[in-house]
């Protein structure tokens, strides 16, 4: 015997999924749109908003120590040269560390600062986003993710570090790195011409 679905419930089904749909359409970041603003405890304690820095560029990195693609841009040194390169440019460096509790990549304040230390990581701070609040709202997929924000609070470019999907150190000196291109037009005056790029790496252990 079959059983009828109420058309009000399907109805109802069809304009949730809707919402739904639009809901998270209308949550996801966009270039040229000003990015989603975060409230983020770092290593030290230290409480960061978008809005606290308003008037600065500022470059976010998702991170996780153990993924094979962050290792390659830091056992070789590029990552932490892109991030001194950055900083020296007037940008504020955010890493971030959206692993949940109990997740692959979950470290304590006391272990990030490790790691820092012992990559000569250079950041301006590393955020602890365990309730994954900031990685969603920027629909960080990987690590590492990238994302380039204008003074004005403009997101100007997502997506990957370059264009070498590996984790082949040897792939890096010859790769066009997207994030050092966004700087390079942004200090120019210019429109990022390449502001949106398919990131690559781990997935982000929500």
Known sequence: MKHAFPKTLAVGAVTFA??????VAAAAPKVGAPAPDFSVVDTAGETWTLGGL???????????????????????????????????AGYVWLS???SAS????????????????????APTAVLLD???AMGRAYDAKTTPHLYVIDPEGTLVYMGGIDDKPTTDQADIPGATNYVRLAMADLAAGNPVATPVTRPYGCSVKY
């Open 130 to 132: 365990t309730s994954g």
């Open 54 to 88: 308003a008037g600065k560029k500022v470059v976010l990195e998702w991170t996780n120590h153990d993924c094979p693609y962050v290792v390659k841009h830091y056992a070789s040194g590029n990552m932490q040269a892109l991030q001194k390169e950055a900083t020296d």
């Open 96 to 98: 971030v560390i959206s």
């Open 18 to 23: 809707a919402a739904l749909s639009f809901s």
């Open 102 to 121: 109990g997740k692959q990549g979950h470290v304590s304040p006391a272990q990030a600062d490790d790691l820092s230390d012992d990559r000569g990581a």
